[in-house]
């Protein structure tokens, strides 16, 4: 797909662009306890249209998982309750995300630019195994927020909380730290993918959300999945460098 590059990008941002100004209109009225959560996901779309907008090396990876998570959203949720127009809407928009930055010539906008790489020093193979773990961070922080921000029933700091809150922290951290190429980035995304594990085990809770029903338990365990694997890509040279030492 190297054709109509600039278009394709311009379809994107205006996606990116579109969720994160409906998710700041519900802030208007939101459900109870959801004004956290809609806050952060408007902010989650606002980097992507700013990272494709501004052309970061990273936008490109990290705009596909935002994509990417929108399909499995909508997967689960006409497999749950069928095909209802909402979810078909949710899951072709964000489909169009992904389609729309997929390919070696939208790559050259980006990531397959040398003077990133060159101030890197990162080489065809480093760049493979970056994209791969953007793309995977993309898809896991809408449940992260989601299984962190959604509100439960009770009060307090319960154990789930801190579990979640925690995992959202760490998340953050390491995400930051892998758009700055940063080594310790890591040891901060193991640490949340390992506790939002614990979450998922824990059972997690159900979180009201107007007409409809959000399973935190589930939002843990795919954001683990999606977290874990984002850090496959590093295993090995990880080992690599440990065997070394």
């Known amino acids: 797909m190297k054709r109509f590059v600039g278009e394709r990008r311009a379809i994107a941002a205006a996606v990116l662009a579109f969720y994160s100004f409906v998710y700041l209109l519900l802030l208007l009225n939101p459900p109870e306890g959801w004004a956290k959560a809609?806050?952060?996901?408007?902010?989650?779309?606002?980097?992507?249209?700013?990272?494709?907008?501004?052309?970061?090396?990273?936008?490109?990876?990290?705009?596909?998982?935002?994509?990417?998570?929108?399909?499995?959203?909508t997967a689960v949720s006409l497999w749950q309750m069928g095909p209802e127009p909402i979810f078909?809407?949710?899951?072709?928009?964000?489909?169009a995300i992904a389609l729309a930055m997929w390919g070696e010539g939208?790559?050259?906008?980006?990531?397959?630019?040398?003077?990133?790489?060159?101030?890197?020093?990162?080489?065809?193979?480093?760049?493979?195994?970056?994209?791969?773990?953007?793309?995977?961070?993309?898809?896991?922080?809408?449940?992260?927020?989601?299984?962190?921000?959604?509100?439960r029933a009770g009060s307090g700091l319960d154990t789930e909380t801190l579990l979640a809150v925690g995992a959202l922290g760490l998340a953050g951290v390491g995400t930051w730290g892998l758009?700055?190429?940063?080594?310790?980035?890591?040891?901060?995304?193991?640490?949340?993918?390992?506790?939002?594990?614990?979450?998922?085990?824990?059972?997690?809770?159900?979180?009201p959300a107007g007409t409809l029903a959000v399973d935190l338990g589930a939002c843990a365990a795919i954001a683990a999945v999606m977290?874990?694997?984002?850090?496959?890509?590093?295993?090995?040279?990880?080992?690599?460098?440990?065997r070394a030492r």
């Open 227 to 242: 977290l874990g694997a984002a850090l496959v890509p590093f295993a090995r040279p990880v080992a690599q460098y440990l």
């Open 88 to 95: 078909l809407f949710w899951g072709g928009t964000h489909g």
């Open 106 to 151: 939208m790559s050259r906008t980006f990531d397959g630019r040398d003077e990133w790489r060159a101030r890197f020093h990162m080489d065809e193979g480093a760049v493979h195994r970056l994209g791969r773990a953007v793309i995977r961070v993309g898809v896991s922080l809408p449940y992260i927020l989601l299984y962190a921000l959604a509100p």
């Open 38 to 73: 809609f806050g952060a996901m408007s902010g989650v779309y606002a980097v992507g249209f700013l990272g494709v907008v501004a052309g970061y090396f990273w936008a490109r990876w990290y705009a596909i998982g935002l994509g990417l998570s929108g399909v499995i959203t």
């Open 179 to 207: 758009f700055r190429l940063r080594t310790w980035s890591l040891v901060a995304l193991t640490g949340a993918t390992g506790l939002l594990a614990v979450g998922a085990a824990w059972g997690g809770s159900i979180a």
